[in-house]
């Protein structure tokens, strides 16, 4: 099992930056595949940013190349996501995920087992 919490989620205007973590506990942190979801206003939840269970290999969803970063330190449990250049249409909920049993990042939310509660990001135009 696997228990998440995200923070770092707030209100900045358009340009600005943030940058939410996630914490885990529960079973060893590094073999787990992590990723991070967001899902705004009326829409679906979509991928954002995954990363394997080394921290080798990251994936982005094209609107937030170059932008977004995700990073993770496996010795702390935690996984990061770096917002730079924020746009209004990056608002949303963001998510966090861990995949039971890989190590290798999933675009589909389906391929994750554990989820956080979600933190709130609003970018003002």
């Known amino acids: 099992q696997v228990q998440l919490v995200e923070s770092g989620g707030g209100l900045v205007q358009a340009g600005g930056s943030l940058r939410l973590s996630c914490a885990a506990s529960?079973?060893?942190?590094?073999?787990?595949?992590m990723a991070w979801f967001r899902q705004g206003p009326g829409k679906e939840r979509e991928f954002v940013a995954g990363i394997s269970g080394s921290g080798s290999f990251t994936n982005y969803e094209d609107s937030v190349k170059g932008r977004f970063t995700i990073s993770r330190d496996n010795a702390l449990s935690t996984v990061n996501l770096q917002m730079n250049s924020l746009k209004p249409e990056d608002t949303a909920v963001y998510y966090c995920?861990?995949?039971?049993?890989?190590?290798?990042?999933?675009?589909?939310?389906?391929?994750?087992?554990?989820w956080g509660q979600g933190t709130q990001v609003t970018v003002s135009s």
């Open positions: 529960g079973r060893t942190f590094s073999r787990s595949a």
């Open positions: 995920a861990a995949r039971d049993s890989s190590t290798y990042y999933s675009r589909t939310q389906g391929s994750y087992d554990y």
